[in-house]
């Protein structure tokens, strides 16, 4: 697979809300997304096309001289979206045109979706909001996911309906809220997440699991996710998809997933076993065993049944094809 070089990537900046300059420092606004000499879906090819340096985005992510592309181009997406829709313009100005940044606008949709009588809109609206108002992390990770999303998912077709509709994307977004929330000690609060995004996406993914950027989750319908799981960057996994255990067993007891794995829809994947980087492994396979990277299992027991001869099959999702 061809890659670009690091002169011609737009790498993610350091991200805050207007209101967040620094202490004396004019506000920057957020440009137009005409301004952007680039396509959106180039913005970030560190995911779209990867990478053999991300410390050249490390050391990116301090850029203060650029702006907020993927949140330009989701309130663009919007007001041709109302426009289109007259009878939704109400609805994308609550939910997209009415914020001032990409944490706000995620936040309300989560909240949103995820409110019941006693678990109140606002109330949670308020545990995302000032969960991924102080962590960077996640604030770079928002924008990684949403790209992965834009990239390999051909029923995506825009960065707004990934934000808005995709429960795929909402689910691992409060995940990741879930999982800063365990790291301070919150955990009753972090499983009450996990809980609930269980009850209404049909998405199980562990606040202490471990999971890197970039990554799509297809559909989402039936994903489970143990305590003890470590993913990569990059990976992509279809419906149905299970990280679990071989028992009863204690402490580290989950799959250990490299970066740029292709997941097909309802693999099973069991035990403290390390899947190699961009490994594909077919749909409805059983692994048991440790994989060699490049390598595409398939069966019950998965077993090897070729190699992979692209870079990553997590961003081409070419399912089934050596």
Known sequence: MAHLSHKTLVYLPEMRPEHEAEEGQPRKSLGSFSSWPHRLENVFPVYAMGTSNPAVLDSSLHTSDCLDPIWDAVREEAKLEAEKEPILSSFFYATILSHD??????????????????????????????????????????????????DRDPACLSYCSALLYMKGYQSLQVYRVAHALWGQGRKVLASALQSRVSEVFGVDIHPAAKIG??????????????????????????????????????????????????????????????????????????????????????????KVIGRVHEHYPSLTMQQGKQ
């Open 101 to 150: 940044c990409l944490e706000q606008a995620l936040a309300f949709a989560l909240a949103n979706r995820l409110q019941n009588p006693t678990l109140l809109a606002t109330q949670l609206m308020d545990i995302f909001s000032n969960v991924m108002k102080h962590d960077k992390g996640i604030q770079q990770s928002i924008r990684l996911d949403i790209q992965a999303f834009k």
């Open 213 to 302: 950027d970039g990554i799509l989750v297809d559909h989402g319908t039936g994903v489970v996710i143990g305590e003890t799981v470590v993913v990569g960057n990059r990976v992509s996994l279809m419906q149905g998809v299970t990280f679990g255990g071989t028992g009863k067993e204690t402490g580290d007891r989950h799959p250990k997933i490299s970066e740029g794995v292709l997941i097909g829809a309802h693999a099973t994947i069991l035990g403290n076993i390390t899947i190699g980087e961009c490994v594909m492994i077919a749909a409805g396979s059983l692994v048991l065993q440790e994989v060699p990277p490049h390598s595409i299992v398939a069966g019950v027991p998965a």
